[in-house]
């Protein structure tokens, strides 16, 4: 703080020559790793083969050309292609059939028949070409490692640690929340994740406007140094025309308010992903075939043909027909005396009497029946009188209490104060760039 006052009282040409300055030094330590190759060293049978970073230049300025000393073993790594089963990886590298025999009949060795394209194995052969153990990290957290021991192999699991590291991200909305959380630096998988936790109070095909805005506070796993996967939502915080909305992860994996309250509802706001509506920002529509804005007893999103449809909540199927003017449709009646209806599906996936739960896919999206074009009528019916599912406010589900709920609440507020820490933004800029 006193160093960021003392910059600031500096003159703007003197605050320049220092950002430049700054830039310049953190550019300089950068700048070798950056040059910097990868080689494997295999004189010696560690567990994993050894990373050093060499640098070229220091490479190059040495006088006498330094031999070094020839590996025991020689390392071959391989990615595994479509199509790919130990067998033809083992006749690509040369290795023994019989081998392979043994290795597969030891315990623990099934996870061999479960390659998938883009894995990596490492083999360590002999200098003769013989197999002398091979590595196969088949999750983020467990390899196999397989070595030769006397006339066969022995198999063990291997325990790959992960390290944890807290970053944040930050948006806001100017035309789509996609693109903005794109831009905020936040993967596809966490995109969809902060979707879900906020998707019982909002909804993302069609309540998001410009202006709204999101923070997050997120985990992410690194191995070695580098970001394999992005770990859970830890706390978020959207504003939705004006409305703040905020979401703690408790230790019981649910997603609660800072209150205390299950963010989880009996009932989606939405049917359809928003991830398949083409604008998030509907205009008042008009209706489809009259041309009128009439008072509509449903909710129209418009996504291509093919597009999931969910229940809102878990129910029976009431009804599951068609006519001429609401196509292909699906009615579902939940507790409380609520039901919702489908229209205009191209495809029913389920029939009446069968029990559904929320987030089960019903249908399909069509324009089956009286429309002009493709799209989901949505209505949402309570006691017979029709509701906009939008501004309803839905039964509460269940809400933390007693010791639970202390912890929680000390624990949401630390997690909403690094929420609202400048320096996490600023690590995680720093990140990105
Ligand atoms: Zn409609």
Redo the contacts with the bound molecule.
Sequence with gaps: MVLWHAFNSLPTWHRKMVLILSILVMMLAAWPSERAVATRVDDNDNELAVEQQVDEEALLARAEPVTPPKPRYVTRQVKVRSGDNMGVIFQRLGLSTADLHLIDQLEGTDTLRLLRPGQELTFKLTQGGELHSLYYPHSLEQALKVSRKDDSFTARAVRLELDTREASAQGSIRSSFWGAAVEAGMTEDQIMDLAAIFGWDIDFAQDLQPGDSFRVLFEEKYQDEERVASGDILAAEFINQGEIYRAVLSEDGNYYTPAGKAMRKSFLRAPVNFKYISSNFNPR?L??VTGKVRP?????YVAPVGTPIMAAGSGSVVAAGYNQFNGNYVFIKHAGNYVTKY??LSKRTVNKGQRVKQGQTIGLLGGTGRVTGP?L??EFVVGGIHKNPRTLILPQAETLSGNALSRFKVQARQQLAKLEQPQLQLAQRRDAS
């Design positions: 529509r209706h489809p509509h007893n449903g909710i129209d229209l205009h799209h009528h949505y």
